[in-house]
């Protein structure tokens, strides 16, 4: 084995072994938490946000259709 996958192996040990620790501390479970709140957060605006765009999509297509068979009851009777 390299020296550079060992030094990794130990550097990813040593990390994983720092955050498990840290999150075991009161300071560590806290910020956890507000973590788990500020992505919850995010996923509920996100939601809000495609729920809107998905609204606006659907007025559009709405007042295109609507258009479009305002025009061919004209075309229709310029024709007639």
Not at 19 to 29: A, I, R, V
Not at 31 to 60: C, H, P, W
């Amino acid at each position: 084995m390299s020296n550079k996958f060992i030094a990794g192996l130990l550097l990813g040990a040593a990390a994983g072994a720092a955050l498990g620790y840290f999150l075991t501390t009161d300071k560590g479970k806290a910020m956890l938490e507000e973590l788990k709140t500020a992505a919850s957060d995010a996923g509920d605006e996100i939601k809000e946000s495609y729920n809107r765009f998905e609204n606006d999509v659907k007025q559009t297509v709405q007042k295109g259709k609507t258009f479009a068979e305002d025009l061919e009851k004209k075309a229709n009777n310029f024709t007639s």
